[in-house]
């Protein structure tokens, strides 16, 4: 088991490439971010079960592959599937302005920011231990 003092990040980081190869680190990273988000994704689809309609919005749910965002290993949200529903969850999330130009907030406004942040700690727990197990383990 390898042990590294925390003197920041990018010298933690440094100390982990000296003992990994960058392929093996970014399977960590990889893993340690999928399961972060699984965790989200439970938290979201509890939220969304609260406030669903049709449950279209639940069952379009969905999270990208790990990739590479401005520099930065990343895996974003998405809602994709038939019945479109990211056009809703975008006028919910954010609210709307109707036609006569009153500002609205429907019913489920801003809970899926609420969620991720509320559960922003216990997300970044879950990534650090899964990345401190795939790299003991």
Do not use: C
């Not at 009153?102 to 801003?110: H, I, L, M, R, S």
């Amino acid at each position: 088991m390898f042990k590294f003092e925390l003197k920041g990040v990018e010298q933690t980081i440094q100390d982990l490439e000296a003992h990994f190869s960058p392929a093996a680190l970014l399977k960590a990273k990889d893993k340690a971010l999928t399961k972060g988000a699984e965790f989200l994704k439970d938290k979201l689809y509890i939220m969304l079960d609260q406030t669903k309609d049709t449950g279209a919005a639940r069952d379009e749910l969905t999270f990208s592959k790990p990739q590479w965002i401005d520099g930065e290993r990343v895996i974003t949200l998405h809602w994709r599937g038939n019945k479109d529903r990211y056009r809703v969850i975008h006028l919910i999330e954010n609210g709307f302005y109707d036609r006569s130009g009153n500002f609205k907030k429907p019913e489920g406004y801003g809970q899926i920011e609420n969620v991720l942040a509320a559960n922003r700690v216990e997300y970044i727990k879950i990534v650090a231990d899964e990345l401190q197990r795939q790299i003991a383990g």
